[in-house]
């Protein structure tokens, strides 16, 4: 089959894959890759820049699809620290679960997990938007800048702590609220907001909108205050 | 009955514990409940390269002639891994300051000045500006715990990439902008909203510790295909370890930042009592090299309170393959100059002692984000004062090499340093002028 490549890491290096996926161009015929025996190799396709689909079968170590830019990253296994941390664009999905700072600093593009999500997912995010079909761990969404983290399990402590403008969605228990994060209404563009989340994640009908909550910042900690000063 | 007109007074007698400045902290502290937040380094006397002398030639060492004998100063940076190591031509780079704290025009000045002397400039805690990349021939990209900015496309127009783990001015803590300078092109690279006071990360969000660090690398250098020397900044806390730590890590660079170093907004008790001084740390780093077999492998950079070539040459002698500098170059550009001293008492202070750089009210363009005020700063003019100013660094550390019979400012080695005080000889572990005593090290007075 034309543009299709199959690279093994059992005998190929990751430093292949990647230089191989570097050279690609925007517009490459090369559009499907196949990746297997990933064996917890680390920054397996980092700094892809070419809209490609990669698939990977097996499990990956930390920053898998780290700065993705264009490519559809799927994972067949769960993923290590950091995975599609600082993603620009694209998508990526896990099959599995992920670790920690499942799309740290994240600015653009989507990550989808079909299970659950440790710690800090979501930490500092910038404009991504993930969707954790299974439940996420404490500190998840850390400083949130910008994007959607939406959770149809449950979150751990400390959600949304010194949230900026990310919009957090959960439609299971929140363990606790960090500073400054608060419950928020749900108003029709915030369910518009979630339903082309849901739909986009692949997730269109399956879920009930009207199961979420909606959190968000309380935006007191914007400026140095001496009344905030135990929250600092 | 004694006549209290004719008893001897005595003079009001300061407090040296509660002094003029501990006391007016006490009533701003009492004033307004916050922590005072303010630019620069530390502030207080501390042990420093002014208590080094070098010994220079005599009868057992020969100088070389000055401008005849050549005394090179290049330095190639990142030569352990990077396919595409770096040269400098002066062991003297400018230190990563922030689009954002600083001024477009600041930034544009600190390239057209480093590249006009062949060295580098470094980013901030805010991302790459397209002024700052044209203007600078070698442009250091920092990746810091905010990824503020942070994208692929700069990472590969970089030309090095410095992960910053700490500064000497707030070992373990983060970056703070406040509203004043959250403009909207700054807020817009940092995906904030305008106008809040923001406060950086002090971790890095993906990972602790130096086996992730390790991994990190890894990443960034896959990212970038292995092009790119990679740096690890350290603020001087634990130098030895820190050092060790990131040689481990994979790291090409050491930056080790002292406790004089430079911030743009920090609290002051945290800028005052955390980290060491930069003369204890260059030692320890140096000897984490040595420990290794990594000297000179492994280039070191130190900074901190780096002000003329004497700074750099000792910097060097202990161990040092380059400094960088962060206030000295702010004020070659124009910061703090008398010039404006009408205007610095007007915001309460004086030439020289201005340090409220987190206000934006910088009035001599360099630490704000206001246009007027930016629009004093003419970078080709000031450009050329920081060419100026780094020349006479370079012209001086040369002196200095040459004296001692040096070839290149590299070989200038801790042989050639005595120290002038007990405690900057332990510290630098050079024998205090006039003994061959080195504190918990050898020999007796
Ligand atoms: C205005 C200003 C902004 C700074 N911004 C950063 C920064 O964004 N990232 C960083 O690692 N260090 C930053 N620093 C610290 C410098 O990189 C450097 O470590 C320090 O200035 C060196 O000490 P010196 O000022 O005594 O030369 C900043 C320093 C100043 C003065």
Redesign the interface.
């Known amino acids: 089959m034309s543009g299709h490549h199959a690279i093994d890491l059992a005998t190929g290096s990751v430093r292949e894959l990647n230089a191989a996926l570097h050279a690609l161009g925007p517009d490459t015929n090369e559009t499907l890759w196949r990746v297997s025996n990933p064996r917890g190799l680390h920054a397996v396709a980092a700094g892809v820049d070419a809209p490609v689909t990669i698939e990977i079968d097996g499990p990956v170590g930390y920053y898998c699809g780290g700065m993705n830019k264009h490519a559809s990253i799927v994972i067949n296994g769960n993923a290590g620290v950091g995975l599609a941390q600082n993603i620009m664009s694209g998508f990526v999905h896990v099959k599995g679960d992920a670790s920690q700072s499942a799309g740290a600093t994240g600015c653009g593009g989507m990550i989808v997990i079909d299970g659950n999500a440790s710690a800090r997912c979501g930490i500092s995010m910038k404009g991504v938007d993930i969707v954790v079909k299974g439940s996420v761990g404490h500190m998840s969404a850390f400083m949130g800048q910008a994007g959607s983290l939406v959770v149809l399990g449950d979150a751990g402590e400390a959600l949304g702590d010194s949230l900026y403008e990310a919009r957090l969605f959960v439609r299971g228990t929140v363990a606790s609220l960090g500073a400054d994060c608060i419950e928020k209404a749900m108003r029709d563009e915030h369910r518009a907001l979630l339903a082309a989340k849901l739909e986009a994640a692949g997730l269109a009908g399956s879920v009930d909108i009207g199961e979420f909550k909606r959190y968000g910042s309380a935006r007191t900690l914007y400026h140095f205050h001496v009344d905030n000063v135990s929250s600092y | 009955m004694s006549d209290l007109s004719k008893t001897p007074r005595t003079v009001p007698r300061a407090s040296a514990t509660f002094d003029e400045y501990t006391l007016s902290e006490i009533r701003r502290a009492a004033a307004?409940?916050?922590y005072d937040?303010r630019g620069a380094g530390a502030k207080r006397k501390l042990p420093h390269f002014d208590d080094l002398l070098f010994l220079g030639a005599s009868i057992s060492r020969y100088p070389l002639e000055g401008y005849r004998e050549k005394c090179s100063t290049e330095v190639v940076l990142g030569t352990r891994f990077a396919k595409k190591p770096i040269t400098l031509k002066i062991p003297i780079t400018i230190a990563g300051m922030s689009f954002g704290s600083l001024s477009a025009n600041a930034k544009e000045a600190l390239g057209r000045g480093a590249s006009a002397m062949g060295t580098s400039t470094t980013t901030g805690d805010g991302g790459m500006t397209q002024e700052e990349r044209q203007s600078s021939q070698i442009l250091v990209y920092q990746y810091l715990p905010?990824?503020y900015g942070?994208?692929?496309d700069d990472?590969r127009k970089a030309d090095a990439i410095e992960i910053v783990v700490g500064q000497g001015a707030k070992p373990g803590g983060g970056g703070m902008l406040?509203?004043q300078k959250i403009t909207e092109r700054v807020a817009a690279m940092?995906?904030?909203?305008v106008g809040?006071?923001q406060?950086s990360?002090c971790r890095h969000?993906?990972?602790t510790g130096p086996d992730?660090l390790e991994?990190?690398i890894?990443?960034l250098r896959?990212?970038?295909?292995?092009e790119k020397p990679i740096y690890v900044k350290v603020g001087a806390a634990r130098p030895y370890y820190d050092t060790a730590l990131a040689v481990k890590s994979g790291a090409d660079v050491v930056v080790v930042d002292g406790m004089q170093g430079g911030t743009a907004a920090t609290q002051e008790v945290f800028i005052e009592n955390v980290g060491i001084p930069t003369l204890a740390a260059v030692r320890q780093a140096a000897q984490a090299l040595q420990d290794l077999g990594m000297h000179r492998k492994v280039q070191l950079i130190v900074s901190g309170g780096i002000r003329n070539g004497a700074d750099v040459a000792k910097a060097l002698a202990l161990g040092a393959d380059a400094v960088a500098i962060g206030t000295a170059a702010l004020v070659a550009l124009g910061d703090n100059d008398p010039h404006w001293e009408a205007e610095y008492q007007a915001l309460g202070t004086t030439a020289g002692a201005y340090d409220d750089w987190h206000e934006g009210r910088d009035p001599a363009g360099i630490t704000t984000q206001d246009p007027a005020l930016s629009a004093r700063l003419d970078p080709v003019a000031a450009g050329r004062r920081l060419a100026n100013y780094l020349a006479v660094l370079t012209l001086e550390c040369q002196t200095i090499a040459r004296a001692c019979g040096k070839s290149h400012v590299h070989n200038l080695e801790p042989e050639d340093l005595v120290a002038l005080t007990i405690e900057a000889a332990a510290m630098a572990r050079v024998p205090l002028a006039g003994t061959d005593w080195i504190p918990g090290v050898t020999g007796r007075f």
């Open positions: 307004t409940g916050i937040i905010s990824r942070m994208n692929p990472l406040l509203g940092r995906t904030l909203p809040i006071d406060r990360a969000p993906d990972w992730d991994i990190k890894e990443e896959e990212i970038t295909d292995w």
